[in-house]
């Protein structure tokens, strides 16, 4: 791990960025049809920080904004940054419950809420702990009386003095992970800084890129990879309310992208109903990313064939920002490439000895990025260790340091005594021609207390049945590792954040739905002998 590059707050980073391209589109937003400049949002930010100011709102006091993804959303979290203060982002996207669950633990003095977005979602909460102010359009010519643009309008544009630590918390992001209820992680301004200049370090970011985000801004992923690196670096962020099948290849085209956000997701996506798109066709693109979620060595294969476009993949968390990256010039498939710049990585067996190269062990990361705690009830935190945070994460490192994603220790299946990894399974299942999509998880059984059962979703006019599937397995798995069931599904399911909804895929088996799929193609079920026979 080097650092290699000394902390510098948000305040000044804007400042700089103003000065030096106050001219240049820092944000297009292309569902808005307009777009920023470096020296317009630094002045839309120093407005925020003297409105906050004025509200008395000091570092570490929280801001939550509600909003989809847009100018003034961007604006607002790079002026709370600005202050000093810290930035809860949420997406409205978010159910109601969630939001109404979020507020009651973060306790934020304000809530600034975008009103064209809850025009459209009634249900969501607009008022709980904390002031409750709406906002509209950053540079439109009125509003309401009670719009903050509004009332910005007559602030300061000067640079004002920020009032942040290095210490002192900047974000509030929730994570969705495989949990029902949001867990909420409290992030350093300092933290954040090297979670972001990491990311500019390996994927070699600079001014002249033009990144695609159409991610959730409230996710920490696209506030390093492409928020976080066009304020480092001057690069220009275009914005999309959200991903679109059908014009993802045309906004890579018309805006000229260097660096699109990807997630295994919309891969999969795109290689369900492929286009007619080549690498020849988008002459800027250099990559596109690929994490949040693991990405098959098939999938990813079939996409460089059939697109020629260069996957980048990498692997992060809430607490720890982007862990592990691979270099663009140096990608290795099947890897999440080397540890990233800022991040001390190893890997501990059961009994905290560190793994050698190809023993699988369980992910431990520190260093200067690590996340200050979870939110505890009531505005509070619970610390997060500093010397060695265990990420749940099964893998190892091969001898030229790249790291391999094998599972995730919370996800093994313990089935009669003996550990099974459910990634291990899909990945085989993806093998397959005729497998779109797969998920395996644990099941409760009556004799070996969990048992394996994976769902499929078929490639569309694939005629591929449950028991071939399961024969597939056989002759690829040990006896005890091939599924108790294989379900035919329409498509799996997932979270808002496409990580597989394993939840709901447990309650359909605990359900006995597994008779009768959802496309109604039935269930095929396997006999095989205990791991231990």
Same mark, same amino acid.
């Given at each position: 791990?080097?650092?290699?590059?000394?902390?510098?707050?948000?305040n000044?980073?804007?400042?700089?960025?103003?000065?030096r391209?106050?001219?240049?589109?820092?944000?297009?937003?292309?569902?808005?049809?307009?777009?920023?400049?470096?020296?317009?949002?630094?002045?839309?930010?120093?407005?925020?920080?003297?409105?906050?100011?004025?509200?008395?709102?000091?570092?570490?006091?929280?801001?939550?904004?509600?909003?989809?993804?847009?100018?003034?959303?961007?604006?607002?979290?790079?002026?709370v940054?600005?202050?000093?203060?810290?930035?809860?982002?949420?997406?409205?996207?978010?159910?109601?419950?969630n939001?109404?669950?979020i507020?009651?633990?973060?306790?934020?003095?304000l809530?600034?809420?975008?009103? %064209?977005?809850?025009?459209?979602?009634?249900?969501?909460?607009?008022?709980?702990p904390?002031?409750?102010?709406?906002?509209?359009?950053?540079?439109?010519?009125?509003?309401?009386?009670?719009?903050l643009?509004?009332?910005?309008?007559?602030?300061?544009?000067?640079?004002?003095?920020?009032?942040?630590?290095?210490?002192?918390?900047?974000?509030?992001?929730?994570?969705s992970?495989?949990?029902?209820?949001?867990?909420?992680?409290?992030?350093?301004h300092?933290?954040?800084?090297y979670?972001v200049?990491?990311v500019?370090e390996r994927?070699?970011i600079?001014?002249?890129?033009?990144?695609?985000?159409?991610?959730?801004y409230?996710w920490?992923?696209?506030?390093?990879?492409?928020?976080?690196?066009?304020h480092?670096?001057?690069?220009?962020l275009?914005?999309?309310?959200?991903?679109?099948?059908?014009?993802?290849?045309?906004?890579?085209?018309?805006?000229?992208?260097?660096?699109?956000?990807?997630?295994?997701?919309?891969?999969n996506?795109?290689?369900a109903?492929?286009?007619?798109?080549?690498?020849?066709?988008?002459?800027?693109l250099?990559?596109?990313?690929?994490?949040?979620?693991?990405?098959?060595?098939?999938?990813?294969?079939?996409?460089?064939?059939?697109?020629?476009i260069?996957?980048?993949?990498?692997?992060?968390?809430?607490?720890?920002?982007?862990?592990?990256?691979?270099?663009p010039?140096r990608r290795?498939?099947?890897?999440?490439?080397?540890?990233?710049?800022?991040?001390?990585?190893?890997?501990?067996? /059961?009994s905290?000895?560190?793994?050698?190269?190809?023993?699988?062990?369980?992910?431990?990361v520190?260093?200067?990025k690590?996340?200050?705690?979870?939110?505890?009830?009531q505005? /509070?935190?619970?610390?997060?260790?500093?010397?060695?945070?265990?990420?749940?994460?099964? /893998?190892?490192?091969?001898?030229?340091?790249?790291?391999?994603?094998t599972?995730?220790?919370?996800d093994?299946?313990?089935?009669?005594?003996?550990?099974?990894?459910?990634?291990?399974?899909?990945?085989?299942l993806?093998?397959?021609?005729?497998?779109?999509?797969?998920?395996?998880?644990?099941?409760?059984?009556?004799?070996?207390?969990?048992d394996?059962?994976?769902?499929?979703?078929?490639?569309?006019?694939?005629?591929?049945? %449950?028991?071939?599937?399961?024969?597939?397995?056989?002759?690829r798995?040990?006896v005890?590792k091939?599924p108790?069931?294989?379900?035919?599904l329409?498509?799996?399911?997932?979270?808002d954040?496409?990580?597989? %909804?394993k939840?709901?895929?447990?309650?359909?088996?605990?359900?006995?739905?597994?008779?009768?799929?959802?496309?109604?193609?039935?269930?095929?079920?396997?006999?095989?002998?205990?791991?231990?026979?």
């Amino acid at each position: 791990m080097t650092l290699g590059c000394a902390y510098t707050d948000v305040n000044t980073l804007l400042n700089g960025l103003g000065a030096r391209h106050p001219a240049k589109t820092f944000i297009e937003s292309i569902h808005q049809g307009k777009g920023i400049s470096c020296d317009e949002l630094n002045r839309a930010c120093n407005r925020v920080a003297q409105f906050l100011k004025d509200r008395r709102v000091r570092a570490n006091d929280r801001v939550t904004i509600l909003s989809e993804n847009s100018l003034e959303a961007l604006i607002l979290f790079f002026g709370v940054l600005k202050h000093g203060a810290a930035v809860n982002p949420l997406n409205v996207e978010e159910t109601g419950q969630n939001i109404r669950h979020i507020l009651e633990d973060v306790r934020p003095r304000l809530v600034l809420w975008q009103r %064209a977005a809850f025009a459209e979602r009634p249900d969501l909460p607009t008022a709980g702990p904390g002031t409750s102010i709406p906002f509209g359009d950053w540079d439109a010519a009125d509003g309401p009386g009670d719009d903050l643009f509004r009332a910005l309008r007559g602030l300061p544009e000067g640079p004002p003095a920020s009032g942040a630590r290095p210490d002192d918390i900047g974000l509030v992001d929730f994570s969705s992970g495989t949990s029902s209820k949001p867990k909420g992680v409290l992030i350093s301004h300092a933290a954040y800084f090297y979670m972001v200049r990491e990311v500019v370090e390996r994927w070699e970011i600079g001014p002249d890129d033009r990144i695609l985000e159409y991610r959730a801004y409230g996710w920490e992923s696209p506030q390093i990879l492409s928020i976080g690196s066009a304020h480092h670096t001057g690069a220009t962020l275009v914005l999309a309310r959200k991903f679109s099948q059908s014009h993802f290849f045309e906004w890579l085209q018309r805006y000229r992208i260097t660096v699109a956000a990807g997630v295994p997701t919309v891969i999969n996506m795109l290689l369900a109903r492929p286009l007619e798109v080549g690498k020849a066709d988008l002459p800027h693109l250099r990559f596109i990313t690929s994490s949040t979620a693991p990405l098959s060595r098939e999938k990813h294969e079939e996409f460089e064939r059939r697109y020629g476009i260069p996957i980048v993949q990498g692997c992060g968390m809430t607490e720890a920002g982007f862990m592990a990256g691979n270099p663009p010039g140096r990608r290795r498939i099947g890897s999440v490439g080397l540890p990233m710049p800022h991040t001390a990585l190893r890997f501990v067996d /059961g009994s905290g000895r560190v793994c050698g190269p190809g023993e699988e062990g369980e992910m431990v990361v520190s260093g200067p990025k690590l996340a200050a705690g979870y939110v505890a009830p009531q505005g /509070g935190m619970t610390p997060i260790p500093q010397d060695g945070f265990p990420t749940g994460d099964l /893998g190892y490192r091969d001898v030229d340091g790249f790291v391999y994603i094998t599972g995730r220790k919370k996800d093994l299946i313990i089935r009669g005594g003996v550990n099974v990894s459910p990634m291990e399974i899909t990945n085989v299942l993806l093998q397959h021609a005729g497998v779109h999509e797969a998920a395996t998880v644990g099941v409760p059984d009556e004799i070996y207390g969990e048992d394996v059962v994976s769902f499929v979703a078929r490639r569309e006019g694939a005629r591929v049945t %449950a028991e071939e599937l399961l024969e597939h397995c056989r002759r690829r798995l040990a006896v005890f590792k091939v599924p108790k069931a294989v379900i035919l599904l329409q498509a799996i399911p997932k979270n808002d954040r496409g990580k597989v %909804a394993k939840g709901e895929l447990i309650e359909l088996w605990v359900q006995r739905a597994p008779s009768v799929d959802a496309a109604g193609a039935g269930l095929t079920q396997s006999s095989r002998p205990s791991p231990q026979s």
